[in-house]
Each structure stands twice: as C-alpha cells, then as structure tokens.
C-alpha cells in the first residue's frame, strides 16, 4: 500500500507480448519512482501463453495434461496478435523478477485469465471449449471446469511459494467471440450460475494459497443483480475497468460496493494499448486519472487505481522483447495520478 493506504498498481499485457526480464526490471524502475505498490503480470491469453514452470504437467479426475506445447504465440483474432517472438519466460526468470520487485518494494501479482481467454492453451485441448468459442472453456463440462480449476491450482501454488500476497483471475469478456456477448447469453440462459460456482471456486483455490483473489467486474453481479444466481465470495477485490455497453449490461460500481467488494479502479478510459495510438494515454491525460471516478464517469470509493498495459497488437514493436514498451509507458507511469 502507499502512504495513503492505497494500491497503485500496473499491469503488465506479457500473455500476448513477451516481455523479457530485463524489460519488466526497466518498468519496475519507472514504477518505483512514480510510487506503484504492486506488479500484475498477465502471462496467458488468446494471443499468448507465456510462463513455463518447472513442471508443466497438471492431472485431474479426467485425465493428465501436458501445458508444454502451448507455450509461446497464440492465436490472431482481428486486430489482437500475438508479437511473434514465441518466447515465455521461465521459472529462474519469474524468480528473479519477483526478487527485483521486492527488493524495491512493489508485490507482484501474478494473473491467468479463465474461464474466457484461455485460447492460446484451448488451441491443444479443444474438446474443453465452449461452444462456438476459441477462446473460453464450457462451463457445463466437468472436464473443462476441472481442467481451469487445476491450471489456476498449479500456478497459484507456484506464486504462493515465492512469497506473492495476492493472484488475478480475470474472469472477464467470457465466451465474446461467440458472436454475442457471452455474459448477456448466460445470463439470459440461466448458466450464469455456474459461473458463479466457478468464481468461488477459483476464489477458494487462491485463498487455500494464502492469497486475496482478484479479477475484472465483468461477470460480477452481471445486470445490477446480486441475488439471481447466487452469491460471489465477498473477498474478491474487483478491478473495474468498464460500466459495459449495449448488450454487455455490467453492474455499476455502486452495486458491487453496496455488495462489499472492494474495488481498484482500472478505468479503460486510461489504457495505454500497444498498435492503437488512438487509445495510448499521454502524461497529461495520465496524470488527471482521480481513483474515486469509475469509467463512465460514475464515483464511488476504490481501496486503490490501476494504469493497464495492454498488448493488442503484439506484433506492432516486433520481437525486442517489449523494450520499445517499456521505454514508451515510461512517462506515463510518472504522471498516472490516482
């Protein structure tokens, strides 16, 4: 926390770019001077899976999985792309990364995204897809649920180990590449409550760690409504990032406060997104962030901001292992306000 007792905290796109050690100490150093608490770093997506543990073997009651072969790029969907590189990190890499951070007092928060943007691993195990989905796991299908569960299980006890404080699921943009807005669907379809189970559960997994879970607002209290499919772990710290737009209804921050979750205030309005200069923040805009206002403009109390570096277009600085980047975000990290 900072001095006003606060989390200030970038987050870091190394799931569809990779970032080499030696960048992610550079922003580590520009984070330390602009006051950050804490590092997430984001090591799998669609476009990317980017983290190689010692052992990359995860079993359950359905059977044993090799993760190996989907490390490296992902997929490219639209304008999102992979950069090319198909480099990861490693377990001597993360450890001395989480080392680096520490040794300048920032937490790092490791982040897997599930049950939607799991693509890059999805594409070697198809059958635990969702339906029309490249991207998300069925939620319906034991397999696919157990599969997520153990994936989140091993990495959380990876982290947990290296002495991390907190772990971020994502949670978010479930099954979109559908054709409609996943959430809308299930929650429309009643199945909404099984993504409630999976929630609790993955918040369960990163608690028996010793950890606070963490992910985006999405699909918490999707619609403005906290009682139909049942109660989501009140632990959860939501970063908040989007209000939602037409046919994607996300819950206002005011429900989820009244609900008791503490929230960070990711306002999308502040990205900085490599390939779209169009949505890169300068220092200026930066700097006039205010933690208290959600996007859209709404208010309501935060425990602390988040300035995202997303990784869109990947490929957009070639494979210099995300140097260009951390030199570019660099000022910006200096002014973000909060």
């Known amino acids: 926390m900072n001095e006003n007792g606060k989390m200030r905290i970038f987050f870091l796109d190394a799931g569809r770019k990779y970032f080499s ?22 090591v799998s997506d669609n476009q990317g899976f980017r983290l190689r543990l010692r052992d990359m073997t995860l079993s359950t009651g359905y059977g044993t999985y090799d993760l190996a072969p989907a490390l490296g790029d992902g997929y490219r969907d639209g304008i999102m792309t992979p950069d090319g590189s198909n480099s990861y990190l490693t377990a001597d890499d993360i450890e001395s990364i989480c080392s680096y951070a520490s040794e300048n007092g920032i937490g790092l928060i490791p982040s897997v995204n599930m049950p939607g943007h799991l693509g890059a691993i999805l594409e ?56 409609a807005m996943g959430f809308s669907r299930i929650y429309g379809d009643g199945t ?74 990711a306002n999308a309005d502040y990205y900085w997104v490599l390939g779209r200069p169009d949505w890169q923040l300068d220092a200026k805009k930066a700097a ?3 933690a208290s206002v959600f996007n859209g403009g709404i208010t309501a109390p935060s425990v602390g901001s988040m300035l995202c570096v997303w990784c869109d277009r990947a490929d957009a600085d070639g494979t210099d292992g995300g140097d260009a980047v951390a030199s570019a975000i660099a000022p910006v990290i200096a002014a973000f306000g909060g």
């Open 21 to 42: 050690p030696s960048a992610i100490q550079k922003i580590l150093d520009s984070m330390k001077s602009a006051r950050f608490t804490h590092l997430i770093l984001y």
């Open 124 to 179: 070697h195990f198809p059958h635990l897809r969702f339906g029309g989905s490249r991207s998300s796991i069925d939620l319906q299908n034991p397999d696919a649920v157990a599969f997520a569960h153990a994936l989140l299980e091993k990495y959380a006890a990876y982290f947990a180990a290296l002495g991390c404080k907190y772990f971020h699921f994502g949670a978010d943009e479930y099954a979109n590449d559908t054709g």
């Open 288 to 290: 006039e962030f205010d």
């Open 192 to 265: 909404m409550r099984d993504f409630v189970q999976f929630v609790n559960k993955c918040a369960g997994i990163i608690k028996s760690h010793g950890m606070t879970p963490m992910c985006f607002n999405d699909g918490i209290y999707y619609a403005d409504n906290a009682d139909k499919y049942g109660k989501i772990d009140g632990d959860i710290i939501v970063t908040y990032w989007s209000r939602g737009w037409s046919g994607y209804d996300l819950a206002a921050p005011a429900t989820l406060a009244d609900a008791g979750f503490r929230l960070v205030n």
